[in-house]
């Protein structure tokens, strides 16, 4: 059974920052993997889909990569903004288009103004 | 495009009830939907997948007489949540599948008093 973990679980850097958010998974055979924010009490936002072929993917001040054979991604932010501010979540898909997404417990970003 | 609602995005009921929440895809059709449940500082956890003019597959511990899943045309899918329980209240977001990618649903927070 796929197994993702995210680390740290919270992190709190200031403004302007760079910083990279952790995540692994246990089964490498996976399809892709994808980041999303979270927002408290609300919805997910997806931010950037990796296939499993892909070793990264870039989105403005976005870019998350994947080593499929040690199980792990990393999420990279770029001159951290307060409106960064929200819970990250990687989710690894492992199946056909049957299957759901297997999440981590995510990472809660604040970034001080 | 690729637009997923739900309704109500809050909803408070008290012990012994049943609640029904509601999932669509407003611009595309979805033969699979995925329903998930979040608790406090937790991860999302796939609870069932529903499949159009089918049954719902159930995730393990996941108990389908209390968790009713029906997914009658490909915009809609809906979960009742039958004799409700204060242990049921919880963030239960749903998504649809399309192609690679799924959607999500912005979310109902469920209180059961």
């Known amino acids: 059974k796929q197994e993702v973990t995210q680390i740290p679980a919270a992190l709190s850097v200031p403004e302007g920052e760079n910083l990279v958010l952790n995540c692994s998974f246990t089964d490498s055979a996976i399809y892709n993997l994808q980041w999303f924010r979270q927002d408290p009490g609300k919805g997910l936002t997806s931010l950037l889909l990796i296939q499993s072929s892909q070793r990264e993917q870039t989105s403005g001040r976005l870019n998350a990569s994947l080593d499929k054979s040690s199980g792990r991604s990393t999420l990279y932010i770029a001159a951290s903004q307060p409106g960064d501010s929200a819970t990250y979540l990687c989710?690894?898909?492992?199946?056909?288009?049957?299957?759901?997404?297997?999440f981590g417990k995510g990472t809660h970003l604040i970034i001080q103004p | 495009g690729a637009v997923v609602s739900q309704h109500p995005s809050r909803v408070i009921c008290k012990s012994g009830t049943s609640v029904k929440i509601e999932c669509r895809s407003l611009d595309f059709q979805a033969t699979t939907m995925f329903w998930y449940r979040q608790f406090p500082k937790q991860s999302l956890m796939l609870m069932a997948t529903?499949?159009?003019?089918?049954?719902?597959?159930?995730e393990q511990g996941v108990e389908k007489d209390k968790f009713l899943i029906n997914h009658a045309s490909l915009t809609l899918s809906t979960l009742t949540v039958t004799s409700a329980h204060p242990e049921d209240s919880s963030f239960y977001i749903c998504?649809?599948?399309?192609?690679?990618?799924?959607?999500f649903g912005p979310g109902t927070r469920l209180t059961v008093t």
């Open positions: 989710a690894a898909y492992s199946g056909g288009g049957a299957d759901g997404l297997t």
């Open positions: 529903s499949n159009e003019g089918s049954k719902a597959t159930y």
């Open positions: 998504s649809a599948s399309l192609g690679i990618w799924q959607y």
